[in-house]
């Protein structure tokens, strides 16, 4: 078992930046891919971020490509998503996800290769 805590999230302004965090503890030693997803209110959870865990590879939500950045650190067992230029169509729940993988340079994009979640950190952008 994974368990996964997010932190960082708040209220910015529209240009504002926040930097969520993603602490995972409990079976660590495996290798994983680590994703963060969001959910905005009355609409469906999406993909934002993923990671593998070799870092070679990573992938951006269209919507997010060029503000967002992801990155890990397997030493400490976190993972951030910096995240600039922030919008108001960024307010959402943002969350943390890990996938067991065999490969350290594979992750994926949809949340149902994910086997762990976090509880979700809120972020909202004010216009």
């Known amino acids: 078992q994974v368990q996964l805590v997010e932190s960082g999230g708040g209220l910015v302004q529209t240009g504002g930046s926040l930097r969520l965090a993603c602490a995972a503890s409990g079976r660590t030693s495996s290798t994983y891919g680590m994703g963060w997803f969001r959910q905005a209110p009355g609409k469906e959870r999406e993909f934002v971020a993923a990671?593998?865990?070799?870092?070679?590879?990573?992938y951006y939500a269209d919507s997010v490509q060029g503000r967002f950045t992801i990155s890990r650190d397997n030493v400490k067992n976190t993972v951030t998503l910096q995240l600039n230029s922030l919008k108001p169509e960024d307010t959402a729940v943002y969350y943390c996800?890990?996938?067991?993988?065999?490969?350290?340079?594979?992750?994926?994009?949809?949340?149902?290769?994910?086997?762990?979640w976090g509880q979700g950190t809120q972020v909202t952008v004010s216009s």
């Open positions: 990671i593998s865990w070799s870092s070679s590879s990573t």
């Open positions: 996800a890990a996938e067991r993988l065999i490969s350290s340079a594979v992750v994926h994009t949809t949340q149902g290769q994910y086997d762990y």
